[in-house]
């Protein structure tokens, strides 16, 4: 792999007069990399991408694209990068070959090419045949998002950046886009934010997580579950009390929590289990509750945390974290001034 990364951002701060939208920001997306760019709404998401592709600036902090400074070549850096926002705006009275030649001719494509790469752009997108004649305006939401997507990739950028890329799409529409964005794996760097974690962790790499401004994770999902969600989880439904359940398990010295509890409709109880130990606990588990004279074991399977747990984990965290770090008032300090008890008693 290049030793130069694709994106580069190095405490990265962005204010608002008082309010600090982002601050000491750092990151890194090597090339070929598909990396999804998580947060709630208002944590610093869209700031960030308007920085990288040159459109806002920092207010401190460094960020490269390509190994260009965004700061100092931020026309250079837009060249490297494809952009589709969230809202995409398209026109609705251009057709789509007519629209995305536009797009190439604002972008500087040259003119011998500027054919070529409007039609290898529709043919990356599944537009060449299906809708290529077509006005924009009659096209449905995952169509107009491929003809955005299309125009993200004139120009031969080296970074794509999507934002919320599959937002109002149905189940089918959404697979075709998740298709189109696994075939430029390897091929270009990917970023990609949206608030439809299944899909993150479908296409992703990685994830960098940011809450408040900050980066509050970064990584797999696998390094992420093990920092954030570590233990073995299991799913496990009993005949029997969760007292006895957590009693079984520590007379044979396995340190276990209950994480969740909720009673069935056939009167047993199914619980979220979270163990602690080195390598699958399962058999041990099966053996050690099936073995218990207080319960009866129904069904035990192994669970493992999704993207959602993880984000909501990382987030948590970091808001904790907040708050401890804030510095504690202390008590008012009392006045030397006389009470008006003391004065009326002179």
Partial sequence: MDSIPSIRVKNLTRQYGAITAIQNVSFTVNKGEVVGFLGPNGAGKSTTMRILSGIMSATSGSAWVGGVCVAQSPHEVKRK???????????????????????????????????????????????????????????????????????????????????????????????????????????????????????????????????????????????????????????????????????????NTIQAEILTEEATANNSVKLTLRAYGEGELGPQLIHTLSTSPNLELKSLAPRIPNLEEIFLAATKRSWEETIESKPKKLNAPQSNAPTKEAMSSK
């Fill in 81 to 251: 990068i494809g952009y589709m926002p969230e809202n995409n705006p398209l026109p609705d009275d251009m057709r789509v070959v007519e629209y995305l030649r536009f797009r190439a001719r604002l972008k500087e494509v040259p003119s011998s090419q500027l054919r070529s790469s409007v039609q290898e752009a529709m043919e990356i997108c599944d537009l060449a045949r299906t809708a290529r004649r077509k006005i924009i305006g009659t096209l449905s939401k995952g169509f107009r998002q491929r003809v955005g997507i299309a125009d993200a990739l004139l120009g031969d950028p080296e970074v794509i950046i999507m934002d919320e890329p599959t937002i109002g799409l149905d189940p089918h529409q959404i697979q075709g886009i998740r298709t189109l964005i696994n075939n430029l794996r390897g091929k270009l760097t990917v970023v990609l934010s949206s608030h439809i974690l299944p899909e993150i962790e479908r296409s992703c790499d990685r994830v960098i997580i940011i809450n408040r401004g900050r980066v509050v994770a970064s990584g797999t999902s696998d390094e992420l579950r093990e920092e954030f969600l570590p233990g073995n989880r299991y799913t496990v439904e009993i005949d029997g009390t969760a007292e006895n359940l957590i009693s079984a398990l520590s007379a």
